[in-house]
């Protein structure tokens, strides 16, 4: 028989949009079986016991990244992390930093996909369609395999101090999906595109302290993709002055 052990889960309690609150932890004891994870508990904690916790998910197979939270401290899905992995009995909540919270585990998105949406995070070309889907070879994959594995959960975002600092920075996703189209070899977008990025707010912007590779649940490493495309940039310019950049927009 498989035996259950008592935790105690904390979780970090706040409705915005109540004038009378103010954030507060509230204490649940569970008995929790070993292989459960933190979002199977947040669902019984919401179907069993207090309906109005609110939280964020719909995959449950760390796919569509909006389970993320801070759990014993660390940025990680709630749904690929299992209760028993923590070596003791007290679970502690806390929305994701550097969002505002909306209601408890649950914040605004909006700055994220703001800056998300400014990058154009879409495959842009200017040949004529082909006929036929763009092949690439296994080596042209290879590059852009890291960034597309991002679910865009915002781990990196909430894990970075630039952006507590400065909430107009780009951020870790915005860069990283930006790099995932410049080293696509099916992109046509021309060497002027970088210049979104190129100012104080944008890839000079990073402390480079990697925290955000640390965060991410997918092992995505944002900030290789800051440094790639300030070189670029940086070759784009020399290119210019040579009279050899890419046509521009
Ligand atoms: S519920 Fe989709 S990533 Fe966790």
Redesign the pocket.
């Known amino acids: 028989m498989i035996k259950a052990s008592a935790y105690t889960f904390k979780i970090l309690r706040y409705d915005a949009q109540d004038p009378e609150s103010t954030p507060r932890f509230a204490s649940y004891r569970i008995n929790v079986i070993p292989g459960l994870t933190v979002?199977a508990v947040l669902n019984r904690i919401r179907d069993e016991i207090d309906g109005t916790l609110a939280f964020?998910?719909?995959?449950?197979?760390?796919?569509?990244?909006?389970?993320?939270m801070v759990i014993n401290g660390k940025l990680d899905?709630?749904?690929?992390t299992q209760v028993s992995a923590f070596n003791t009995d007290t679970i502690i909540l806390e929305p994701l930093p550097n969002f505002e919270v909306i209601r408890d585990l649950v914040v605004d998105m909006t700055p994220f996909w703001r800056m998300y949406d400014k990058i154009q995070p879409y495959l842009i070309r200017h040949s004529p369609v082909p006929e036929k889907e763009i092949l690439q070879s296994e080596a042209e994959r290879l590059r852009i395999d890291q960034y597309v594995n991002c679910?865009l959960?915002a781990c990196c975002y909430g894990a970075c101090p630039v952006l507590a600092r400065e909430p107009d920075y780009i951020g870790p996703a915005a860069a990283a999906k930006l790099e995932r189209f410049v080293l696509d070899s099916r992109d046509e977008r021309p060497a002027g595109a970088l210049e979104i990025l190129n100012d104080e707010k944008g890839v000079w912007a990073c402390d480079t302290l990697f925290r955000c590779i640390d965060a991410c649940p997918k092992e995505v490493r944002p900030t290789d993709a800051i440094v790639g495309l300030r070189k670029a940039i940086v070759k784009n310019r020399f290119q210019k002055m040579l009279g050899k950049a890419k046509d521009e927009a």
């Open positions: 979002l964020r998910s719909s995959c449950r197979s760390a796919v569509c990244g909006s389970c993320a899905l709630a749904c690929r679910i959960c």
